[in-house]
């Protein structure tokens, strides 16, 4: 991968229809080959709003990969603060310089920035969520956890309503409740993976309130006081979840199975995890694409008023 651009050396964007539709089927691709959850999700979207969805994502995913995937070493902060400048000339419609990584990313973001009403300040929120993963995450608190989660999370939502299409206002505080419930499910979820990468996101408060210790993690301790402390998690996680579908009657007809098929994604995951005794730290809940396509089938034909048995 090319080394990205520390500037946002920029001109106003000249690229042709052609060009356009090209980056966009670059974004599908990349979205497609990162064999995500929400993958599945956003084709059931109508091709104008998925292709600004997976232009999103596209840089929802560039700024985690910055910070995740170690390329950078001591000039990952630095790589990261340059998004702020690209993203600003993305939004006055100019084009990255021609050297800059992922033109086509830009280009695609660029033009959906152009046509949907994004707030800027969503998608700079995303990039301070992965600012917060730096130096490792610690939190102390499940106030401190949720401002994170309003950051990588629910920010990317309040960011995708804006292209889903919505009435009532109230749609804001339902899209922040169900990022928060998507991103504990994935915390909960991947509690292994993170100790690796020397993150701990549960509460520090809440581990000692229960009586498990960070070396019970990375000793993958299933003890009894491990087990209540999830069944409590996964509760609370429920209940956003719950605020969260809130949503779905606000938003475009069009638009609704997406967030639907996200959701019901996640509360699987959730029964998975439950299924197993709350074991994450030996086994991680996960859908096979078989799985992800019946999901989508069922909820299809639910929309068509097929009841299925």
Partial sequence: MPSMSDTAETTKSTAT????????????????????????????????????????????????????????????????????????????????????????????????????????????????????????ATYE?????????????????????????????????????????????????????????????LPSEELAEYGVTVDDLHNKHITPDFIRFMKFQIARARKYLESGVRLFPLLDKQSRQCPETMTRVYEILLDQIEKNNYDVLNYRASLSKFQKIKLLSVIWLQRLGIRIV
């Fill in 141 to 201: 608190t499940f106030d401190d956890l949720v401002e994170y989660c309003k950051r990588v999370a629910s920010a990317t939502g309040l960011a995708l309503i804006e292209v889903f299409g919505y009435e009532d206002d109230q749609a804001v505080e339902y899209a922040i409740d169900l990022g928060i419930a998507l991103q504990l499910t994935n915390i909960l979820r991947d509690i292994s993976e993170d100790l690796e990468i020397g993150r701990v996101y």
């Fill in 17 to 136: 229809p052609k060009q356009i539709a090209d980056a966009y089927e670059s974004v599908a691709a990349s979205t497609r080959a990162a064999s995500s959850n929400f993958y599945y999700a956003f084709i059931t979207l109508p091709r104008e709003k998925r292709n600004a969805v997976y232009a999103g994502y596209a840089f929802c995913r560039l700024a985690d990969n910055i910070v995740d995937d170690g390329e950078y070493g001591d000039r990952t902060a630095e790589v990261l603060d340059s998004l702020q400048p690209k993203l600003a000339a993305a939004y006055a419609g100019e084009s990255p310089a021609r050297d800059e990584a992922m033109p086509d990313m830009w280009l695609a973001l660029g033009d959906t920035l152009h046509k949907y009403p994004i707030d800027q300040q969503h998608l700079l929120d995303v990039v301070d969520g992965c600012r917060m993963d730096l130096n490792g």
